[in-house]
């Protein structure tokens, strides 16, 4: 099973912006994608991108300040955002997927354990 790991957490005020890395132990997922979980709400999925392609899809809540990238060689992905904002506080993770619906979050396994990122106003 890959094993993923975030970095590029932590505090940032607000209007900045931030890049998180998610590196993979092994290139062996058809898509990975970007979440964050404030305290007391839902898991939100945020952003994924297609490993072998690198086609990119975005929540409607982010489209417009993120940037989901990956380099292949490093098996390594990465989220931007800028225009941050109080309530992007949360923490973020990453997770891959075989096969599916991008919003199928059920079927995003190997979860990393995530990254604190706090904004401040």
């Known amino acids: 099973q890959v094993q993923l790991e975030e970095s590029g957490g932590g505090l940032v005020q607000a209007g900045g912006a931030l890049r998180l890395s998610c590196t993979a132990s092994?290139?062996?997922?058809?898509?990975l994608a970007w979440f964050r979980q404030a305290p007391g709400k839902e898991r939100q999925i945020l952003a994924a991108?297609?490993?072998?392609?690198?086609?990119?899809w975005y929540a409607d809540s982010v489209k417009d300040r993120s940037t989901i990238s990956r380099d292949y060689a490093k098996n390594t992905a990465y989220l931007q955002m800028h225009s941050l904002r109080p309530d992007d506080t949360a923490v973020y993770s990453c997770?891959?997927?075989?096969?599916?619906?991008?919003?199928?979050?059920?079927?995003?396994?190997?979860w990393g354990p995530g990254t604190q990122v706090t904004v401040s106003s």
């Open positions: 997770a891959v997927q075989d096969e599916g619906a991008v919003t199928a979050v059920q079927l995003y396994h190997s």
């Open positions: 092994r290139r062996t997922f058809a898509r």
């Open positions: 991108i297609s490993w072998s392609g690198g086609t990119t």
